[in-house]
């Protein structure tokens, strides 16, 4: 156990004197407002374009370094400088949430996409939690209605589907759901929070879960069942694998020892099934029948998916004991941290090649921002600290 407490205090010290300087020191818009995203290798802003949900997800990650971690004002000015910026230039007026603004907020696309929406919401609901300010939980609880309100049709008016022939359903809101469903506990009614709870346990764990294959998929036909097509046959085991996670989650509140089992035997299957083994890491997309899937970066390498796997094996050890998870844990620290770490200029890459080689020498762009890693090593840092309960004494304990 000692050489995990190691990794948490290795986690603890990268997140607090590497990635949250990096990007204290480059992403402030001090003129317009809000945060720069498009960072360079060495920190330098490449595009001045904003894309909200990495504006909301940077609000969320430094309120939350300020409720969770130490109540440094630094932070918390930081989240409230890109608040700001949200509350003013971030929606229409209906109240859906853009995709992107240009430097000064002048939109730029429209709010197709709910993810906008489910971290603004995410955002001020933790800024909230920082400092009290009822609009700031106004914003987060309008904007959570209307998501819900969305639910079953997510891209409105924007879809490109054409109805009723291939009638799918995407696996990315429920697993953001059963996420949110807890972020946003302390501003919603608890018996909204308990139906959401079990409605997204429900979706995750039996719409979306594909009992031949122990994996999930990416869409499935709205009664969940398999679409073979290349939507439907398409897996993305970072998906799985970070979805895992927040169910586990959700199984230590319930203390669901069953739940939080099945998502361990989940999230190893994916890990399992994703890991490249020629080049090692693991594989963006793969196609559940073994055909080419169509996404041309299918055989890439991604910071996000090898830093939630991270979290999720770090977690599954940490409340069971299982060896496997923490064999798996070594394996990805060991990978991640050689391949994605940048040394020299601090932060990390995002875009590996099949082989492992930086793709995409940037530090943030418009998928990438400062929430992924810096919530990955906040948590592995915070999950590790604990002691491991073996496995002769496996019970669920409070999360982290």
């Keep these: 156990m000692d050489k995990m407490k190691n990794y948490s205090k290795m986690y603890k010290e990268e997140l607090l004197q590497n990635i949250i300087p990096f990007w204290m020191d480059h992403s402030m818009d001090k003129d317009a407002g809000g945060y720069f995203t498009c960072l360079d290798q060495f920190g330098k802003v490449f595009d001045k374009d904003k894309f909200i949900w990495l504006q909301g997800r940077q609000v969320w990650m430094f309120s939350t370094l300020f409720n969770t971690v130490e109540t440094r004002q630094e932070w918390l000015d930081m989240a409230e400088h890109g608040a700001r910026f949200l509350k003013k230039h971030g929606r229409d007026s209906e109240g859906n949430w853009y995709f992107s603004l240009d430097q000064h907020g002048q939109p730029l696309v429209q709010p197709y996409n709910i993810f906008s929406d489910c971290f603004a919401t995410m955002g001020f609901a933790a800024l909230y939690k920082a400092n009290g300010k009822d609009e700031y939980a106004d914003i987060a609880k309008s904007t959570f ?14 879809s490109k589907i054409y109805p009723g022939t291939r009638d799918l359903k995407n696996f990315s809101l429920p697993m953001i ?9 302390h501003l919603l009614d608890p018996e909204l929070v308990n139906n959401l709870i079990h409605d997204v346990i429900n979706e995750v764990m039996n ?3 594909q009992e031949e294959s122990g994996l999930i998929l990416e869409n499935v036909y709205t009664d969940g069942s398999f679409a073979d097509c290349f939507e439907g046959r398409l897996l993305n085991p970072g998906h799985v694998i970070e979805a895992m996670w927040f169910i586990m989650d959700l199984g230590v509140r ?3 020892q069953k739940l939080v ?3 361990i035997e989940i999230a190893l299957r994916a890990i399992e099934y994703g890991w490249d083994e020629e080049f090692g890491g693991i594989l963006y997309f793969k ?15 991604l910071w996000w998916v090898h830093v939630e796997a991270l979290v999720c094996m770090a977690k599954a050890y940490q409340l069971t004991g299982n060896e496997q998870a923490k064999q798996w844990f070594e394996k990805l620290h060991q990978y991640t941290w050689n391949h994605f770490r940048d040394e020299q200029y601090g ?29 990955g090593l906040m948590q592995v840092w915070r999950t590790l600290e604990k002691d491991v309960l073996t496995a002769n004494k496996k019970e669920v304990i409070t999360s982290v």
């Design 145 to 158: 209605e209307n998501i819900l309100k969305r639910r079953n049709n997510t891209k409105g008016i924007y």
């Design 254 to 256: 319930l203390k669901d």
């Design 261 to 263: 089992d099945k998502t």
């Design 177 to 185: 759901l059963s996420n949110l469903s807890l972020e946003l506990e």
């Design 287 to 301: 196609d559940i029948k073994g055909y080419p899937p169509q996404q041309l970066e299918w055989d890439q390498k």
């Design 207 to 209: 719409i979306f879960y």
């Design 347 to 375: 932060e990390w890459f995002g875009y590996l090649n099949r082989r492992g080689e930086v793709l995409l020498p940037l530090k943030g762009g418009k998928w990438k921002g400062c929430f992924h890693i810096p919530r």
